[in-house]
């Protein structure tokens, strides 16, 4: 079987490993190489469905369950298994108890439980929730090194769309992401920054409890960590505005004040696809398979989708959704 995937997105590169580990030649096609342009770019890397659940639909949670193990077997040492710390300052305890009324398999953590998880916030919040079977990763690094890794395994990567199309495939899989073109999708900006300072360590992401979106503080290598993200809906893709910009600053603040004092080292924009449903979608017309709408979950639900999407492919099953 040979097949073309459009796209070099999360989508896109784990369709390409699903495919390829099941024997089959793939070709990745995209002109704009290197995954800087998908949204995946400016994603958190939190692999956390029960997090999720309490904005999201229990498909979310059903379909990213194997996610992390899925990323572990095909980059061995890429995950952290920490889990998710979510937090909320006095005033708003409530909201945190609502988070966790819609969520599941965590642990109610108290002071000492939270300064035991992540020392350098000992005594700045009375109560936590801790969700101890997640994890997360550098989504940055696990793209660069999924296509090299696909790339030595044989996979072609190509960025002309035109010579790809004058070449015989025996399908095509359509994981280009969000299209004005499509008019039952929409996009959905996200804006991110990312912060540096020695004066604060965590071992895991953290969520802050907010009234408009979800805050998240992620850390990655170097003492630096990924603030983020907004949740607006529009398919701009400018620079983040001085609005987000404030919220995600005082977010990182509230959680701790040494990021008053932090490198502003990068921010960023990524136009999430998303259906109505806010639900992945897997389509066939043809020859063609699409897969699209991964919305703000895509770490999470890419493997899921991929391992449908090589099904359909290879074993002839009808798209779902």
Known sequence: MNVLVKGSGVAGLSVAHELRSRGARVTVVDPQPGSRAA?????????APYCERESAEQTVVELGLGAADWWEAALPG???RNGTLVLAPVRDVRELERFGSRTSEFEWADEDTIATLEPDLAGRFRRGLFFKDEAHFDPRHVLISL????AEAGVAFETDPVRTATTGFDRTVQCTGYSREDQTMRGV????????????SLSRPVRLVHPRFPIYVVP????????????????????ITVRSMMELLNAAYSLHPAFGEAEIVETGVGIRPAYPDNLPHVMREGNTISI???????????????????????NERTATR
């Open 78 to 80: 890429s995950v952290t």
């Open 39 to 47: 949204a995946s770019w400016f994603a958190g890397g939190m692999l």
């Open 292 to 314: 699209n709408g991964l919305y703000r979950h895509g770490f999470l639900l890419a493997p899921a989708m991929a391992m449908q999407v090589a099904d359909m492919v290879l």
């Open 220 to 239: 990655r290598v170097d003492h630096t960590f990924m603030v983020g993200a907004t949740m607006i809906e529009s398919d701009s893709a400018g620079p």
């Open 189 to 200: 900006r996200g804006e991110m920054l990312t912060l540096r300072t020695s004066d604060i």
């Open 147 to 150: 296509a090299a890794k696909l």
